[in-house]
Protein backbone atom coordinates (compact mmCIF):
# COMPACT_ATOMS: atom_id res chain seq x y z
CA UNK A 1 0.00 0.00 0.00
CA UNK A 2 1.29 3.51 -1.36
CA UNK A 3 0.72 6.39 0.18
CA UNK A 4 0.38 9.41 -2.00
CA UNK A 5 2.58 12.66 -1.09
CA UNK A 6 0.74 15.57 0.34
CA UNK A 7 1.17 18.81 0.56
CA UNK A 8 -1.41 20.77 3.10
CA UNK A 9 -1.19 24.39 4.38
CA UNK A 10 -0.83 24.21 8.11
CA UNK A 11 -2.74 26.84 9.70
CA UNK A 12 -2.35 26.50 13.24
CA UNK A 13 -5.50 26.84 15.31
CA UNK A 14 -3.03 27.10 18.86
CA UNK A 15 0.61 26.40 17.84
CA UNK A 16 3.18 27.36 20.11
CA UNK A 17 6.07 26.27 17.64
CA UNK A 18 9.45 27.26 18.65
CA UNK A 19 13.21 25.80 19.08
CA UNK A 20 14.24 22.88 20.93
CA UNK A 21 15.67 23.23 24.43
CA UNK A 22 18.54 21.71 25.22
CA UNK A 23 17.91 18.69 27.64
CA UNK A 24 20.76 18.20 30.96
CA UNK A 25 21.59 14.82 30.34
CA UNK A 26 23.49 13.66 33.25
CA UNK A 27 21.93 9.79 33.23
CA UNK A 28 24.05 7.26 33.21
CA UNK A 29 23.68 4.08 30.90
CA UNK A 30 22.66 2.34 33.73
CA UNK A 31 19.92 4.67 35.11
CA UNK A 32 18.93 5.12 31.09
CA UNK A 33 18.63 0.90 31.56
CA UNK A 34 16.63 1.28 34.13
CA UNK A 35 13.57 3.81 33.00
CA UNK A 36 13.38 1.63 29.70
CA UNK A 37 12.92 -1.48 32.04
CA UNK A 38 10.60 0.58 33.81
CA UNK A 39 8.62 1.80 31.20
CA UNK A 40 9.07 -0.57 28.79
CA UNK A 41 8.35 -4.03 30.25
CA UNK A 42 4.42 -3.34 30.13
CA UNK A 43 2.75 -4.47 27.21
CA UNK A 44 -0.93 -2.75 28.20
CA UNK A 45 -4.31 -4.40 26.55
CA UNK A 46 -8.10 -3.66 27.75
CA UNK A 47 -9.46 -0.47 28.01
CA UNK A 48 -7.42 2.40 27.29
CA UNK A 49 -7.69 4.76 30.29
CA UNK A 50 -9.19 8.30 30.21
CA UNK A 51 -7.13 11.03 28.78
CA UNK A 52 -5.89 13.20 30.63
CA UNK A 53 -5.31 16.63 28.70
CA UNK A 54 -2.84 19.46 29.68
CA UNK A 55 -2.51 22.93 28.15
CA UNK A 56 -1.00 23.52 24.78
CA UNK A 57 2.61 24.91 24.79
CA UNK A 58 2.84 28.32 25.62
CA UNK A 59 4.15 30.42 22.49
CA UNK A 60 8.17 30.21 22.71
CA UNK A 61 11.35 30.65 20.83
CA UNK A 62 14.35 29.05 20.90
CA UNK A 63 17.78 28.89 18.14
CA UNK A 64 18.20 25.91 16.47
CA UNK A 65 22.05 24.87 15.56
CA UNK A 66 22.74 27.58 13.28
CA UNK A 67 20.39 30.31 15.57
CA UNK A 68 17.17 29.63 12.79
CA UNK A 69 14.42 30.48 15.13
CA UNK A 70 12.43 26.83 16.08
CA UNK A 71 9.70 25.57 13.90
CA UNK A 72 6.06 24.06 13.94
CA UNK A 73 3.04 22.88 12.05
CA UNK A 74 -0.12 21.69 11.79
CA UNK A 75 -2.74 19.81 9.35
CA UNK A 76 -5.33 17.72 8.32
CA UNK A 77 -7.13 14.34 6.50
CA UNK A 78 -9.27 15.40 3.91
CA UNK A 79 -12.97 13.28 3.40
CA UNK A 80 -12.83 11.90 6.68
CA UNK A 81 -15.58 9.64 7.47
CA UNK A 82 -18.66 11.00 9.61
CA UNK A 83 -17.99 10.55 13.56
CA UNK A 84 -13.95 10.63 13.02
CA UNK A 85 -11.74 12.67 16.04
CA UNK A 86 -9.99 14.53 13.54
CA UNK A 87 -10.21 18.25 14.69
CA UNK A 88 -12.51 20.55 12.86
CA UNK A 89 -9.67 22.67 11.27
CA UNK A 90 -8.21 19.57 10.47
CA UNK A 91 -11.14 18.54 8.46
CA UNK A 92 -10.95 21.68 6.87
CA UNK A 93 -7.69 21.94 5.77
CA UNK A 94 -7.69 18.38 4.64
CA UNK A 95 -11.21 19.14 2.58
CA UNK A 96 -9.61 21.94 0.92
CA UNK A 97 -6.16 19.80 0.17
CA UNK A 98 -8.39 17.11 -1.31
CA UNK A 99 -6.10 14.58 0.70
CA UNK A 100 -8.13 11.38 1.82
CA UNK A 101 -8.31 10.04 5.41
CA UNK A 102 -6.01 7.76 7.03
CA UNK A 103 -9.01 4.93 6.87
CA UNK A 104 -9.93 5.90 3.83
CA UNK A 105 -6.49 5.03 1.80
CA UNK A 106 -5.09 2.03 4.57
CA UNK A 107 -2.10 3.93 3.53
CA UNK A 108 -2.72 6.83 1.66
CA UNK A 109 -1.49 10.40 3.24
CA UNK A 110 -3.31 12.01 5.15
CA UNK A 111 -2.24 15.18 7.80
CA UNK A 112 -0.93 16.64 10.78
CA UNK A 113 -3.26 18.85 13.12
CA UNK A 114 -2.26 22.37 14.77
CA UNK A 115 0.84 21.35 16.55
CA UNK A 116 2.95 22.57 19.56
CA UNK A 117 6.45 22.41 17.64
CA UNK A 118 9.91 22.55 18.01
CA UNK A 119 12.96 22.83 16.28
CA UNK A 120 16.56 20.69 17.65
CA UNK A 121 18.58 22.17 19.52
CA UNK A 122 22.51 22.17 18.11
CA UNK A 123 24.14 19.26 19.92
CA UNK A 124 24.63 16.08 17.74
CA UNK A 125 24.65 12.30 19.43
CA UNK A 126 28.01 12.30 17.71
CA UNK A 127 29.34 14.72 20.22
CA UNK A 128 27.69 14.84 23.18
CA UNK A 129 27.54 10.83 23.52
CA UNK A 130 30.92 10.58 22.00
CA UNK A 131 33.60 10.83 23.85
CA UNK A 132 37.45 11.65 22.92
CA UNK A 133 37.36 11.93 19.02
CA UNK A 134 39.58 9.02 17.52
CA UNK A 135 41.95 9.41 14.70
CA UNK A 136 39.93 7.46 12.21
CA UNK A 137 36.83 6.14 11.85
CA UNK A 138 36.21 2.41 11.54
CA UNK A 139 36.49 0.83 7.93
CA UNK A 140 33.98 -1.20 6.16
CA UNK A 141 35.89 -4.00 6.76
CA UNK A 142 36.47 -3.93 9.91
CA UNK A 143 32.29 -3.58 10.32
CA UNK A 144 32.11 -6.70 8.72
CA UNK A 145 34.43 -8.90 10.24
CA UNK A 146 33.96 -7.44 14.14
CA UNK A 147 32.87 -9.84 16.39
CA UNK A 148 31.87 -9.76 20.21
CA UNK A 149 33.80 -10.77 22.54
CA UNK A 150 32.39 -9.45 25.75
CA UNK A 151 32.17 -6.42 27.70
CA UNK A 152 30.32 -3.63 26.81
CA UNK A 153 30.57 -1.70 23.51
CA UNK A 154 33.98 0.25 23.78
CA UNK A 155 34.25 3.69 24.75
CA UNK A 156 34.31 6.40 21.35
CA UNK A 157 33.46 5.05 17.94
CA UNK A 158 34.15 1.60 16.85
CA UNK A 159 32.85 -1.22 14.49
CA UNK A 160 31.45 -3.31 17.08
CA UNK A 161 29.44 -0.07 17.74
CA UNK A 162 28.44 0.08 14.37
CA UNK A 163 27.51 -4.05 13.37
CA UNK A 164 25.41 -3.19 17.08
CA UNK A 165 23.17 -0.52 15.66
CA UNK A 166 22.85 -1.59 12.13
CA UNK A 167 21.55 -5.33 13.61
CA UNK A 168 19.47 -3.12 16.25
CA UNK A 169 18.00 -1.10 12.99
CA UNK A 170 17.34 -4.40 11.33
CA UNK A 171 15.88 -5.52 14.47
CA UNK A 172 12.81 -3.10 14.49
CA UNK A 173 14.56 -1.13 17.66
CA UNK A 174 15.96 2.28 16.07
CA UNK A 175 19.12 3.50 17.65
CA UNK A 176 18.75 6.69 15.83
CA UNK A 177 21.29 7.27 13.23
CA UNK A 178 24.17 4.87 12.70
CA UNK A 179 27.34 6.02 13.27
CA UNK A 180 29.20 3.60 15.39
CA UNK A 181 29.23 5.75 18.58
CA UNK A 182 28.40 4.69 22.23
CA UNK A 183 26.20 6.75 24.00
CA UNK A 184 22.67 6.89 25.45
CA UNK A 185 20.78 6.30 22.31
CA UNK A 186 22.61 3.24 21.45
CA UNK A 187 22.26 1.58 25.24
CA UNK A 188 18.35 2.73 25.58
CA UNK A 189 18.32 0.29 22.22
CA UNK A 190 20.01 -2.19 23.93
CA UNK A 191 17.46 -1.64 26.98
CA UNK A 192 14.13 -1.78 24.32
CA UNK A 193 15.72 -4.60 22.85
CA UNK A 194 16.56 -6.54 25.98
CA UNK A 195 13.06 -5.44 26.98
CA UNK A 196 11.28 -7.29 23.70
CA UNK A 197 13.11 -10.04 24.02
CA UNK A 198 12.52 -10.77 27.92
CA UNK A 199 15.81 -10.76 28.53
CA UNK A 200 17.05 -9.06 32.10
CA UNK A 201 17.26 -5.34 30.80
CA UNK A 202 20.43 -3.31 32.03
CA UNK A 203 21.01 -1.41 28.20
CA UNK A 204 24.73 -3.45 27.79
CA UNK A 205 25.72 -5.55 24.82
CA UNK A 206 26.28 -9.23 26.75
CA UNK A 207 26.34 -12.37 24.86
CA UNK A 208 23.07 -13.19 24.92
CA UNK A 209 21.94 -9.96 23.62
CA UNK A 210 24.72 -10.27 20.57
CA UNK A 211 23.08 -13.79 20.03
CA UNK A 212 19.92 -13.00 19.65
CA UNK A 213 20.62 -9.68 17.32
CA UNK A 214 22.75 -12.19 15.38
CA UNK A 215 20.16 -15.15 15.87
CA UNK A 216 19.35 -15.11 11.77
CA UNK A 217 21.23 -15.38 9.39
CA UNK A 218 22.48 -11.52 8.11
CA UNK A 219 23.55 -10.09 5.16
CA UNK A 220 26.36 -7.85 4.72
CA UNK A 221 26.43 -5.02 7.21
CA UNK A 222 27.81 -2.65 4.45
CA UNK A 223 27.07 -2.25 0.71
CA UNK A 224 27.97 -0.54 -2.20
CA UNK A 225 25.59 2.06 -3.84
CA UNK A 226 25.62 4.00 -6.65
CA UNK A 227 24.45 7.62 -7.12
CA UNK A 228 21.73 8.17 -9.56
CA UNK A 229 20.95 11.37 -11.24
CA UNK A 230 17.76 11.68 -9.48
CA UNK A 231 19.56 11.20 -6.14
CA UNK A 232 22.14 14.38 -6.83
CA UNK A 233 18.86 16.79 -8.53
CA UNK A 234 16.29 18.39 -6.72
CA UNK A 235 18.50 19.69 -3.88
CA UNK A 236 18.39 23.14 -2.28
CA UNK A 237 20.78 25.94 -1.98
CA UNK A 238 22.15 26.59 1.54
CA UNK A 239 18.71 27.22 3.36
CA UNK A 240 18.41 31.23 5.27
CA UNK A 241 17.39 31.48 8.39
CA UNK A 242 14.62 33.73 8.34
CA UNK A 243 11.47 32.38 7.56
CA UNK A 244 10.12 34.97 4.99
CA UNK A 245 12.75 33.91 2.87
CA UNK A 246 12.37 29.97 3.44
CA UNK A 247 8.82 30.96 2.13
CA UNK A 248 9.80 32.38 -1.22
CA UNK A 249 11.45 29.04 -1.92
CA UNK A 250 9.68 26.05 -3.08
CA UNK A 251 10.82 23.11 -1.50
CA UNK A 252 13.06 22.61 2.00
CA UNK A 253 14.69 19.98 0.37
CA UNK A 254 18.14 18.27 1.27
CA UNK A 255 21.14 20.67 0.60
CA UNK A 256 23.32 18.08 -0.62
CA UNK A 257 23.58 14.38 -1.99
CA UNK A 258 25.16 13.36 0.92
CA UNK A 259 22.76 14.92 3.41
CA UNK A 260 20.00 13.16 1.85
CA UNK A 261 21.84 9.20 1.52
CA UNK A 262 22.65 9.87 5.13
CA UNK A 263 18.88 10.00 6.01
CA UNK A 264 18.12 6.91 3.51
CA UNK A 265 20.69 4.63 4.75
CA UNK A 266 19.68 5.74 8.55
CA UNK A 267 23.38 7.15 8.93
CA UNK A 268 25.26 9.71 10.44
CA UNK A 269 25.92 12.20 7.83
CA UNK A 270 30.07 12.86 8.72
CA UNK A 271 30.48 9.26 9.06
CA UNK A 272 28.71 8.58 5.91
CA UNK A 273 31.51 11.22 4.42
CA UNK A 274 34.38 9.34 6.71
CA UNK A 275 33.46 6.60 4.81
CA UNK A 276 33.70 7.72 1.54
CA UNK A 277 36.47 10.71 1.99
CA UNK A 278 37.82 10.50 -1.43
CA UNK A 279 33.65 10.89 -3.08
CA UNK A 280 32.87 13.84 -5.25
CA UNK A 281 29.35 12.20 -4.76
CA UNK A 282 28.52 12.75 -8.44
CA UNK A 283 25.33 10.91 -10.49
CA UNK A 284 27.49 7.71 -11.39
CA UNK A 285 29.64 7.13 -8.35
CA UNK A 286 29.85 4.21 -6.08
CA UNK A 287 29.83 4.62 -2.44
CA UNK A 288 30.08 2.53 0.11
CA UNK A 289 26.75 2.51 2.79
CA UNK A 290 25.14 0.53 5.54
CA UNK A 291 22.20 -1.93 5.25
CA UNK A 292 19.33 -0.89 7.32
CA UNK A 293 17.06 -3.81 6.12
CA UNK A 294 13.61 -3.41 4.70
CA UNK A 295 10.92 -1.65 5.93
CA UNK A 296 8.81 -3.20 8.68
CA UNK A 297 5.61 -4.37 7.03
CA UNK A 298 3.51 -5.51 10.39
CA UNK A 299 1.05 -2.95 11.20
CA UNK A 300 0.41 -1.13 14.55
CA UNK A 301 -2.34 -1.15 16.55
CA UNK A 302 -1.12 0.70 19.72
CA UNK A 303 2.05 3.06 20.14
CA UNK A 304 2.83 4.34 23.93
CA UNK A 305 5.64 7.37 23.84
CA UNK A 306 7.49 6.46 27.38
CA UNK A 307 8.49 10.24 28.15
CA UNK A 308 10.97 8.87 30.66
CA UNK A 309 13.14 7.06 28.21
CA UNK A 310 12.43 9.32 25.37
CA UNK A 311 11.48 6.39 23.58
CA UNK A 312 8.19 5.50 21.20
CA UNK A 313 7.13 1.57 21.45
CA UNK A 314 4.65 -0.21 18.90
CA UNK A 315 2.25 -2.90 19.34
CA UNK A 316 0.65 -5.37 17.11
CA UNK A 317 -2.80 -6.67 17.73
CA UNK A 318 -1.83 -9.40 19.64
CA UNK A 319 0.17 -6.56 22.21
CA UNK A 320 3.95 -7.55 21.05
CA UNK A 321 6.12 -5.19 20.55
CA UNK A 322 7.25 -4.60 17.08
CA UNK A 323 9.14 -1.78 16.93
CA UNK A 324 10.95 1.19 19.30
CA UNK A 325 12.23 4.41 18.14
CA UNK A 326 14.05 7.23 20.16
CA UNK A 327 12.20 10.27 20.20
CA UNK A 328 11.97 14.00 21.64
CA UNK A 329 9.82 14.76 23.71
CA UNK A 330 7.94 18.02 25.55
CA UNK A 331 10.24 19.76 27.88
CA UNK A 332 9.28 20.87 31.30
CA UNK A 333 7.63 24.24 30.21
CA UNK A 334 5.73 22.46 27.79
CA UNK A 335 5.12 19.31 28.30
CA UNK A 336 3.58 16.50 25.93
CA UNK A 337 -0.12 15.45 26.51
CA UNK A 338 -1.45 12.99 29.28
CA UNK A 339 -3.48 9.99 28.47
CA UNK A 340 -4.51 8.07 25.66
CA UNK A 341 -5.60 10.13 22.32
CA UNK A 342 -5.96 8.14 18.74
CA UNK A 343 -3.89 9.01 15.50
CA UNK A 344 -6.64 10.87 13.14
CA UNK A 345 -4.44 11.47 10.18
CA UNK A 346 -1.30 11.29 8.41
CA UNK A 347 0.73 13.60 5.99
CA UNK A 348 3.30 13.29 4.24
CA UNK A 349 5.32 16.38 2.59
CA UNK A 350 3.39 18.66 5.47
CA UNK A 351 3.75 22.92 4.57
CA UNK A 352 4.25 25.07 7.44
CA UNK A 353 1.95 28.27 8.07
CA UNK A 354 4.01 30.70 10.51
CA UNK A 355 1.56 32.94 12.22
CA UNK A 356 3.53 35.27 14.52
CA UNK A 357 -0.34 35.85 16.64
CA UNK A 358 -0.34 31.86 17.62
CA UNK A 359 3.30 31.14 17.44
CA UNK A 360 6.66 32.56 18.24
CA UNK A 361 7.97 36.01 17.11
CA UNK A 362 10.71 34.65 14.19
CA UNK A 363 12.98 37.46 13.54
CA UNK A 364 11.04 40.73 12.27
CA UNK A 365 8.26 38.55 10.41
CA UNK A 366 4.81 39.90 11.69
CA UNK A 367 3.29 38.55 8.61
CA UNK A 368 1.56 34.70 8.13
CA UNK A 369 4.23 33.11 6.00
CA UNK A 370 3.75 29.62 4.39
CA UNK A 371 6.91 27.11 4.03
CA UNK A 372 6.45 24.97 1.51
CA UNK A 373 7.19 21.38 2.05
CA UNK A 374 10.41 19.24 2.86
CA UNK A 375 12.57 17.51 4.70
CA UNK A 376 14.46 20.14 6.16
CA UNK A 377 10.77 21.33 7.00
CA UNK A 378 9.73 22.53 10.67
CA UNK A 379 8.50 18.79 11.09
CA UNK A 380 10.56 17.17 8.83
CA UNK A 381 8.75 14.65 5.88
CA UNK A 382 5.61 13.51 7.91
CA UNK A 383 3.13 14.32 10.37
CA UNK A 384 0.84 11.81 12.44
CA UNK A 385 -2.15 14.13 13.70
CA UNK A 386 -3.56 13.07 17.04
CA UNK A 387 -6.68 13.80 18.10
CA UNK A 388 -6.00 16.22 20.97
CA UNK A 389 -5.15 19.55 19.58
CA UNK A 390 -2.11 20.45 18.73
CA UNK A 391 -0.22 17.72 19.06
CA UNK A 392 1.41 15.09 16.28
CA UNK A 393 4.14 12.62 15.65
CA UNK A 394 6.49 13.61 13.37
CA UNK A 395 9.98 13.67 11.73
CA UNK A 396 12.79 16.15 11.84
CA UNK A 397 15.52 17.83 10.35
CA UNK A 398 18.07 17.27 12.46
CA UNK A 399 18.03 13.77 13.39
CA UNK A 400 21.76 14.03 15.44
CA UNK A 401 19.87 15.80 17.80
CA UNK A 402 17.03 13.47 19.27
CA UNK A 403 18.28 12.75 22.65
CA UNK A 404 20.01 15.98 22.76
CA UNK A 405 16.77 18.27 23.16
CA UNK A 406 13.38 18.61 24.06
CA UNK A 407 10.36 19.37 21.80
CA UNK A 408 7.80 21.79 22.94
CA UNK A 409 5.10 19.27 23.23
CA UNK A 410 4.73 17.09 20.14
CA UNK A 411 6.76 13.70 19.51
CA UNK A 412 10.18 13.97 17.17
CA UNK A 413 11.65 11.04 15.63
CA UNK A 414 14.14 10.44 12.88
CA UNK A 415 12.20 11.42 9.38
CA UNK A 416 13.18 7.58 8.18
CA UNK A 417 11.54 6.04 11.39
CA UNK A 418 8.58 8.87 11.04
CA UNK A 419 8.04 7.79 7.64
CA UNK A 420 8.34 4.27 8.47
CA UNK A 421 5.58 4.54 11.42
CA UNK A 422 2.75 6.63 8.98
CA UNK A 423 2.61 3.49 6.70
CA UNK A 424 1.96 1.04 9.80
CA UNK A 425 -0.95 3.02 11.57
CA UNK A 426 -4.28 3.84 10.58
CA UNK A 427 -6.73 5.85 11.65
CA UNK A 428 -8.43 5.18 15.58
CA UNK A 429 -4.74 3.42 16.48
CA UNK A 430 -4.21 4.45 19.88
CA UNK A 431 -1.32 6.53 21.19
CA UNK A 432 -0.97 6.44 25.30
CA UNK A 433 1.61 9.02 26.69
CA UNK A 434 3.31 7.23 29.73
CA UNK A 435 4.68 9.35 32.46
Not at 172 to 185: F, N
Not at 391 to 418: E, I, K, Q
Request: aromatic letters at 6%; glycine letters at 10%.
Amino acid sequence: MTRQTLSISLSVLAFAASGALAQDSQESGADIAAETREALEETRGGDAPQQQETAAPQDGQASTPDGAAGQGAQAGTAGTPAGSAAQPETLRMLEQSGAQPVEAQQGASSTPTSSSEDTADSSSQSAADAGPPRDAPPTPEAIEAVTYEGGPLPDGQSALTVKTQILLDRAAISPGIIDGWKGGMSESAIAAFETREGFEVDGQLDSQVWEALNAQEQAPMMQSYTITEEDASGLSEPLPDDYAKLAELDRLGYTSVAEKLAERFHMDQGFLESLNANASWQSGETITVVDPGPRLETKVARIEVRKQTSRLAGFDESGKMILNYPVTIGSAQTPSPSGTVEVVAVAMDPTYTYNPDLNFQQGDNDEVLTLPPGPNGPVGSVWIDLSKPTYGLHGTSDPDSLFNAASHGCVRMTNWDAEELAHLVSDGVTVEFVE
